[in-house]
């Protein structure tokens, strides 16, 4: 419970900042290089994180007796981890902001530098908390790291230096945090560790996968960045309003991505209950009971995930007239798109989950990989076909959504082939009514104003829910079949 509850205050701070960054920033093309910026360096901190975590969390509960001697090995390892992306990032700065022509990029890269190394540490010590079964402290840290993101990020750039103020307001927080987590919890002591060949071993797959698998969620930024301003430098007066065009497209698209999001981080707690259950039945042979599991979780995912996305898709305008200022608007057409991409991504990170459970974690990686190439293949066509105008963002949220679907057909037929089990197709069917029928519904109202926009996101997961029950879809026996799942864990 402590750790769920550090967790949904980190998610309810991170979209704050989202929805407040464009107010402080007034133009969207502030946000829009604020968002190339962080999109990038997040892959890397999103990697550091969870690979960190998981590996040390598991080195250390296998030797509780020895976690100071980890903790203290660890923090040797991931100095010289972070300290070389860090380094790898300060250098490789000009270059990376060359690829994507702008070179506003250069001083916001270096100083995200700082957070890179600080992430590489702190991620250490959480996880040697998680090993040790210490939650308490563990999420009373999480809070107080994203307390200090919030108010550093928002204060940062309610300075006046823009972008610039935001990143340094967050490096100054990852900072804060690895020293007060090093003097709560400390350095460890010298001793003999695990075999660093073990460890790089253990984490290899995982970088592999985490690297893909938020490469999916994030890249589309960068192309969209590096393929507008070229094709905006064909008419623009001057590059740098060429790279303002770009960034605005930017800022617009990432507003589209914070309600896109959603359904992901709902669904993402499922894999937490499916991974350790998929792990037990395999190694104990109980090929029936992993069937079970795997439907069961896969297609509740699925109508869940339909329950909030066609409501989002069909009040898009709404949504984002919610939170951002009028001209954001123009990100409804991603977001009516995207969010359906996004459900497709959670129920390829919940399959994914059961693939790496199953003792198969490189095929979940290779799956991925692929789908990885082919967002950035699918977004770069389809921007430079469509060019720079009210299909822009479209044409970028449906590449996207392209190479999301395809790491579910992909991550499908693999457990298809290997358990013999998948959603079945009248569950698919039954969830396509009434995705259409919540779409509709919540297109139908008007979304002029807030009170609106929140009655036809209502009305459209009512009808969708409806649908559900009436075509028996859903039922009581999901309910219980729910809470065994959550109790066999």
Known sequence: MSIAGAKVFFILTGYAVQLLLPRIFGEAKEFGLYSAAMSGVAIFNNVLIVATIQSFSKFVSEDEANAAVTLRQGLRVQTLVGGTLAATLFVLAPAVSRLLLDEQLIPLLRIASVMVFAYALYATIVGSLNGRHLFGKQARLDATFSTLRTTGILAGAAIGI?????????????????????????????????????????????????????????????????????????????????????????GYYRAAQTFAFVPYQLVISMTFIVFPMISKATSLGDREATRSTIQHAMRLSLLLLLLVAAPVSGAAEGVVRLAYPADYVAGAPALAILVFGVAAFALFAVAATAISGAGQPSLAAGIAGVSLIVVVVANRLLIVRAGLGPQTLGAAATGT???????????????????????????????????????AAAAWVPHASPVLALGALALGFAVALGVLVITRELSWDDWRALRRIVRRD
């Open 401 to 439: 959504t392209i190479g999301m679907v395809a790491a579910l057909v992909g991550s499908g037929l693999a457990i298809y082939f290997r358990f013999g089990v998948f959603i079945p197709v009248v569950t698919w069917i039954r969830a396509a009514l009434a995705a259409c029928a919540g779409y």
């Open 162 to 250: 823009g972008a610039v103020g935001a990143v340094t307001g967050f490096a100054a927080a990852a900072a804060s945090i690895l020293s007060i987590a090093l003097i709560w919890v400390g350095w460890g002591k010298p001793g003999k560790g695990v075999p660093l060949r073990r460890w790089i071993g253990f984490m290899a797959p995982i970088w592999a996968y985490q690297v893909c698998l938020n490469g999916i969620l994030l890249i589309d930024i960068q192309v969209l960045k590096r393929t507008a301003t070229e094709i905006a430098l064909m008419t623009a007066t001057t590059a740098q309003a060429a790279v303002d065009i770009a960034n605005q497209y930017v």
